[in-house]
């Protein structure tokens, strides 16, 4: 029996606009140069010259950086770190903890224009002068990710003997910005992978990490049966606590009943989302049974499979109730057993009105089991008059439709289902009543 749900979380990364205008990539040094240049033409005075300078110098730091990740070279990497401060030892053990961590087109975007003024207590701490920004970090894991993911970073460059080093990326967490963490910032980072499926975990957790690959590996055909139009590749993280997972997933609400979220990175300027990812809540997740894992990582999965379709639009009671229709798909799983807390309800007499809302999914939610059991029960409903990939189909229109949620809903229920958004409840609440009743 699965004793513990779990919830899709998308993290917002990087929506803010502005032109990028020193954007970078690792082994593209010209193209570092040519922006440097643009940005000096349009300076005007000594204190734009003094800025021109800084950001050249910034830009091309940050490019020495990126291609050292790429390129495992520890002295350049360190080489563009303040020496005289402890974060030069906190950089070196980041650095190393990469080391097994298949990174690729790594670059930061920097915009002079997304400048940050240092929080007075950390400005004290420097006596040489400072400049700090909001800068972008892209890369992508080789082999897994389709295209590079994008976070954002809140860095403190200082000036030393006319040169500019990093000196801090945690000075503005007071001001609410937090650079964005990996598995990495949190000790030594592990691999296991199959041509479909990479886990990454700290070594600590390598024979957790070595089943997850296993239930993964396997989930990864399953969901790609009911949902075939996405790569069938992911990547899952292992957290030593759920404090570290919070962390990694920017998640502030409860998860001690989450065995897992999906998360993503909202692309860049309104682009599509990136860096999907499964995170395992390590305690609620060893809590499972092999079964229950077998379903938690097939539901995630479902959630990675379809985050590119998902939108404001897909009620929350589809895109759980969909991953629940794929996590369960096969498993043998009775009705009875699977929705056991709605069935007790449905016995009481207390059948429930209305289709689950948002809030019901909320990680303190009292109704938060009853919330997925229905969800899914209502996908069966719709996979039982037209079938599999009908339910696919109403996915995709629910989710693509424009207009509010309300009227993508009565549009997809219409053209899929022919039925109203009553004729449907009715019918879901007729389908409890058999089922568990
Ligand atoms: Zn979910």
């Known amino acids: 029996m699965v004793t513990a749900a779990w919830a899709v979380v998308v993290i917002q990364v990087a929506t803010g606009a502005g032109v990028l205008t020193a954007r970078l990539t690792a082994p593209d040094l010209p193209r570092a140069a040519v922006a440097g240049a643009a940005q000096d033409r349009t300076v005007r005075g000594a204190g734009d010259r003094e800025a ?59 915009d002079p224009a997304r400048a940050l003024e240092l929080p007075p207590a950390a400005a004290r701490r420097y006596d040489v002068p400072t400049w700090g920004a909001a800068v972008r970090m892209r890369y992508a894991l080789a082999g897994y990710d389709g295209e590079p993911t994008a976070q954002e970073h809140y860095l403190t460059f200082v000036r030393r003997g006319g040169r500019w080093y990093l000196a801090a990326d945690s000075d503005f967490a007071s001001a609410g910005q937090r650079t964005a963490r990996g598995l990495w910032d949190f000790g030594p980072v592990a691999a296991v992978r199959s041509r479909r499926v990479l886990v990454l975990g700290h070594p600590a957790s390598l024979p957790l990490m070595r089943r997850i690959l296993r239930t993964a590996d396997a989930a990864v055909p399953r969901v790609t049966r009911v949902w075939r139009d996405w790569p069938g590749r992911v990547v899952v993280l292992v957290p030593d606590s759920t404090t570290e997972l919070r962390r990694l997933v920017e998640h502030a609400g409860d998860l001690s009943q989450i065995a897992a979220v999906a998360s993503a990175d909202v692309g860049i300027d309104g682009g599509p989302p990136a ?52 996590g369960y798909l096969d498993s043998g799983a009775t009705v009875r057993s699977a929705a056991r807390e709605l069935g007790t309800d449905v016995r009481a007499g207390r059948l429930p009105k209305t289709l689950p809302t948002e809030r019901d999914f909320a990680g303190d939610s009292p109704r938060l089991a009853r919330a997925y059991e229905a969800s899914w029960l209502a996908c069966r409903v719709i996979a039982e008059r037209i079938g599999r990939d009908g339910l696919v189909r109403f996915y995709r229109e629910v989710s693509e439709a424009a207009g509010t949620p309300a009227t993508a809903l009565t549009a997809a229920l219409r053209t899929q289902l022919r039925m109203t958004p009553a004729e449907f409840v009715a019918a879901w609440r007729d389908h409890l009543r058999r089922e568990l009743g």
Do not use: K
């Open 275 to 326: 860096g999907e990812r499964v995170a395992i809540n390590p305690g609620p997740f060893r809590s499972l049974s092999d079964f229950g894992r077998q379903v938690v990582v097939q539901h995630e999965i479902t959630h990675v499979a379809t985050r590119d379709v998902t939108s404001t639009n897909t009620p929350y009671w589809v895109a759980e109730g969909f991953a629940d229709y794929v």
């Open 52 to 110: 021109a300078a800084r950001t050249s110098a910034v830009t091309a730091l940050l490019v020495r950086r990126a291609s050292a990740l790429i390129r495992r070279d520890r002295d350049a990497f360190l080489a563009g770190v303040d020496p005289r401060t402890p974060f030069r030892a906190a950089q070196a053990r980041l650095f190393d903890a990469l080391a097994a961590v298949p990174l690729a087109d790594v670059g930061y975007d920097l």
